[in-house]
């Protein structure tokens, strides 16, 4: 009996000692019980499904760190994001409601004016579009010879910007329309001044965008004057840029940098931004950081264009616009012919093509052109307007003065050297 | 002469709150936090949600309701980010727990003591953030940049300031 009593006395004792080593620790416990399942949440999220990596475009996005989340992370956030949503979008309706009365009631004032800037500008657009059009002619030639595949933007969806991530360190918006719209997951985002980033989340009536800035976000470009290749990242802080390329003096500030294709994200021309600065990365050595200044203002976006189609042909639209800029500068064209042949004086080089590929110039009748040098512009004797500077006739010829050794195809292997000739003496052709 | 009853500092001065202001207030504060950076984008270094946590937390003195309160708020606020769930959780339950500890040991309705309890939670919270985005998440390129997190932690401070006197008001003595 005692030893029962005693029994039951320690069991008692030890279950109390239990009750008050919980009672007493039971805010740190606690605390610790949240972080640890959080911790082994976040583990269970930043490991892939196996199948995902099998796919060539899923493992791009998972080494670029943006790609979607899982099942059940991703019912997680579309409950968040549903909750939020709708009051964002509420609020922003109604701001762009005010904005849009006030800015009406405003812009009559210039209206008649802005009206008649816009025409001058379209037609100067269109003239620079026909000057142009002749070498995207060429290009579009050169493509199909060499069985270059181009993509061009058919269709885009425009969306608002509804609100943001509301963290310093994720470059992430809200857009106003989502899967109904056409919108899906990995469709590049523009403005018209340039890339803005990639859709990385989509929900029926929303979407998420994944700004360049990311630190997860990536685009494949190529620097626009001297055509290297490089990948721009976005970083914690922020900023967009290039350090995957070492140093090389051909880069310099201020070169633009556009999209390269090779993504298969964002179609390739699109302008992504100018060098802002290049420095040698301290912590990737021997490569550079070359930080670029975005196109687009990545902190002030309004609307946006997702493209949600691109074609390897050129759209009707844009070919129609081809068509019309080509035969405008042949109209251009056909107009400086018929200037030139009633003012011959003001192209004094008419046979300057033939000129350029070598064949002596011949005048209207037929005879070459003498090499008088006050019916050349420049260039060779007996070749008009060649190019190169026309030299001053020697003081004291000899043997290396231009035009004292007749030409190769005269001479006779094995004959005696003739006397030079003076060149200054030295009849025309004619 | 009556009798005065001592009782500790932890029940003489613990508050509760309405529930509709206990799901409205993180929530308006969560909401304010993805919209106003649209417009403003230099208040993204501001965190409502986190003076929303360390005024829930201080003033219910409970470190158990604190971290809740502050892994929820966190958890929220993770579902609006591409990271994944946990980082701004981890991060907020700490610091609900933190401040509710605090809140026993220092008067928290002095105004000297709320800038100094959110300057230091504002700085504690961008060091864990770094934690565990290097620790759990491996993220190499998050740096810890002293001014930004300076700054951010003062400008916490001044939005707390008048945040602790509005909220203040639905505050109920239990």
Redesign the interface.
């Known amino acids: 009996m005692e030893e029962r009593a005693a029994e039951a006395g320690g069991a008692r004792f030890a279950a109390l000692t239990m009750d008050s080593f919980f009672y007493r620790f039971r805010n740190p416990l606690v605390l610790i019980a949240i972080v640890l399942m959080q911790v082994i949440a976040l583990a269970m999220q930043v490991q892939r499904p196996s199948s995902v990596a099998e796919v060539p475009s899923a493992r791009a996005m998972e080494e670029a760190g943006s790609a979607p989340d899982g099942k059940h992370v991703s019912l997680l956030r579309r409950w968040t994001v549903t909750a939020v949503t709708p009051l964002e979008t509420a609020v922003h309706a109604s701001s762009v409601k005010v904005r849009g009365a006030w800015g009406n009631y405003v812009n009559l004032f210039h209206t008649r004016q802005q009206d008649a800037q816009l025409k001058q500008e379209v037609a100067r657009l269109r003239e620079e579009e026909a000057s142009f059009a002749e070498d995207a002619a060429q290009g579009r030639r050169l493509q199909t010879l060499l069985g270059f595949k181009e993509s061009y933007v058919t269709s885009t969806v425009a969306a608002q910007v509804i609100g943001t991530s509301g963290s310093e360190r994720s470059h992430v918006l809200y857009l106003d329309k989502g899967s109904d719209d056409g919108i899906r997951p990995e469709q590049a985002v523009i403005t018209p001044d340039g890339v803005v980033g990639k859709i990385r989340d989509v929900f029926p009536k929303t979407s998420q965008l994944l700004l360049i800035s990311d630190s997860s976000s990536g685009a494949g470009v190529i620097l626009a004057t001297t055509r290297i290749r490089g990948i721009v990242k976005g970083t914690a802080t922020g900023r967009v840029e290039i350090d995957n390329l070492t140093a090389d003096s051909r880069i310099k500030v201020g070169e633009p940098v556009v999209t390269s294709g090779g993504d298969l994200v964002f179609p390739r021309g699109l302008p992504v931004g100018t060098i802002e600065s290049i420095a040698p990365d301290p912590l990737h050595q021997p490569y550079t950081s070359i930080v670029i200044k975005t196109a687009a203002n990545l902190n002030r976006l309004e609307e946006v264009l997702v493209i949600t189609g691109t074609s390897a042909t050129l759209p009707p639209a844009a070919a129609q616009d081809a068509a019309t800029a080509e035969a405008t500068q042949d109209a251009n064209q056909r107009a400086a012919d018929l200037i030139a042949e009633k003012l011959p004086s003001l192209h004094p080089d008419a046979d300057g093509a033939a000129a350029a590929a070598g064949t002596p110039a011949v005048g209207p009748d037929g005879k070459p052109v003498s090499d008088d040098p006050e019916s050349q512009v420049g260039g060779a004797v007996g070749y008009i307007n060649s190019g190169l500077p026309r030299p001053k006739p020697a003081v004291h010829p000899d043997k290396f003065t231009p035009g004292t050794v007749p030409p190769a195809a005269e001479l006779t292997p094995g004959a005696p050297a003739q006397a030079p000739k003076n060149p200054a003496t030295q009849s025309s052709p004619q | 002469m009556a009798e005065r009853s001592y009782t500790s500092r932890e029940e003489l001065d613990q508050y509760g709150f309405h529930p509709g202001v206990t799901v409205l207030a993180p929530?308006v504060c969560?909401?304010l936090?993805?919209?106003l950076?649209?417009t403003f984008?230099w208040l993204?270094?501001i965190d409502l949600?986190l003076i929303a946590t360390i005024f829930f937390a201080v003033s219910r003195r409970s470190?158990?309701a604190g971290?809740?309160t502050g892994?929820l708020i966190g958890l929220?606020?993770d579902?609006?980010?591409?990271?994944?769930?946990?980082?701004?959780?981890?991060a907020k339950?700490?610091v609900g727990?933190v401040a509710a500890?605090v809140g026993f040991a220092v008067d928290v309705d002095n105004i000297v003591n709320r800038i100094g309890l959110v300057f230091t939670l504002s700085m504690a919270q961008s060091g864990l953030?770094y934690l565990?985005?290097h620790w759990?998440?491996g993220?190499v390129?998050?740096?810890f940049?002293p001014v930004?997190e300076l700054i951010?932690a003062a400008a916490n401070c001044v939005v707390a300031i008048p945040m602790f006197a509005v909220l203040d008001r639905f505050r109920i003595r239990d």
Do not use: E
């Open positions: 929530l969560i909401l936090q993805a919209m950076p649209k984008p993204i270094h949600p470190p158990i971290t809740v892994t929220f606020q579902g609006l980010t591409n990271h994944p769930f946990g980082v701004d959780g981890i339950g700490v727990y500890s953030l565990i985005a759990l998440l993220d390129s998050y740096r940049l930004v951010s």
